[in-house]
């Protein structure tokens, strides 16, 4: 079999895109409420009053559905079991030919085993009717990038970890995501944040944003992350790509301890660009520079402190259905 057209750039044409709802108070405790209203108020920013791609509410349960048709009728609403929200590594990753990837899922490397997570993938393909294709390793779609010209950014944080595929190599993993997804060039960056419990996911750290253009922020003072940042810089720029410098929140605490936040976990719609905020100095900054670039585009900069509770941001809850 010949390997598929890469995944379109997620700037490409969306038919719609699936978001996950927050749906188990167990999990989410007192930001379950106001995580669903950031969830809805993201939702609504894509939708664009129409001009959007159609969204699709992804909830856990009946009630988690009842409650996502009431606060977001302009969505369409599913439901289908999962563990929690991020839509971005669990559901399927629609290859260039339409077709969805569905990978082995693991928790993040063992470390949320939550039911349905590992089958939510080949369900919502279902929903869809999509030709479905098991790929046997264990991949999430947090932790690629492409460019829809066969490009593709990674961290070996991430992908050569002993807690994803072990047996492994990296030529082996380089030729799966070739003959799995079509890529044609994978860019190897280094480590992703720091306390990133996904083990380094690139969507946090490098994002393109054009052929060959990947966006990397640049650090701030006492940024925890700086040499990540440069790393990243001179590993992409080794590559052959060009590197758009965009600006870092810097050092965000939650509890007093540093959070991998990043306005580089955006999500780009049809219609609009919606980037998280932190109540940063350089929230503003951030939404410009990004609104530079994407000039067709509205960028909507939106807080998401509640989904970060769960650890991740707008780009992690959410997957795209190109076309």
Known sequence: MFPPKPPAAEWAHHQAVWIGFPSHAELWLEDLD???EEVVAFARAVHAGGKGETVILVAADAEAGTVAERLAPFAQVVVEPFGDIWLRDTAPIIAGDG????FEFNGWGGKYDLPGDDSIGRRLADTRDLAVHACDWVLEGGAIDGDGTGV???TRQCLLNDNRNPTLTEAEIAQRLRDDLGFTQIVWLGDGLLNDHTDGHVDNLAR???AGRVAIPEATENDPNWLVYQHARRDAEAA???VVGLPSPGR???????VPASYMN???GNAAVVVPLYGAEN???AVAAIQAIFPDRQVVGQRADHILTGGGSFHCISQQIPG
């Open 99 to 102: 077709s969805a990837r569905d």
């Open 283 to 285: 929230d503003a900054a």
């Open 152 to 154: 593709v950014v990674t």
């Open 34 to 36: 106001p995580a669903r």
């Open 208 to 210: 393109f944003v054009g």
């Open 240 to 242: 052959g790509l060009e």
């Open 252 to 258: 965000v605490l939650r509890d007093d301890e540093v």
């Open 266 to 268: 955006f999500y780009i």
